[in-house]
């Protein structure tokens, strides 16, 4: 029994460490959530469905999984585009406009796009790929 209560909280420990700052976007995406482009022939998130996936990546981003404490030295602005597929159900395009000069910083902004996870009620056959713009404050590391 001694043994089982250490399992418990070892477990709950590497539970509650596996959890850190990571938030998934579980919206759901409907055709009010959509809107269309004709010029492009695009589909764009409106600013209900962009709001929910901006505090998606505000909450999961972390500067200690890109392994850079210091992130007072990152100023400006950058840029994320990424694409959301409904035929397979998955993010399946993340490029960033504008990346930092840190690679490991750039990798989790990419993780973390890649993490979210949307579901959709689309009619497949009727909606192409929804491309989302996320502009980020270096500084303050918020999204909008």
Known sequence: MRYLKSMVAIL?????????????????????DMVYE?????????????????????????????GYVYRDAFEGIGAIVFEYNPDVGEIDYVQLVRPTNVTSVDQELVNCIKAMRLTDTLKKHRVKPVKFILKIDYFDMTAY
């Open 12 to 32: 709950a420990i590497v539970c509650l460490m596996a959890c850190e700052n990571t938030w998934m976007c579980s919206c759901n995406i409907t055709e009010k």
């Open 38 to 66: 004709p010029a492009e022939k695009k589909f764009y998130p409106s600013a209900q469905l962009k709001a929910k996936v901006v505090k998606a990546f505000n909450g999961s981003f972390s500067w200690r999984r890109a």
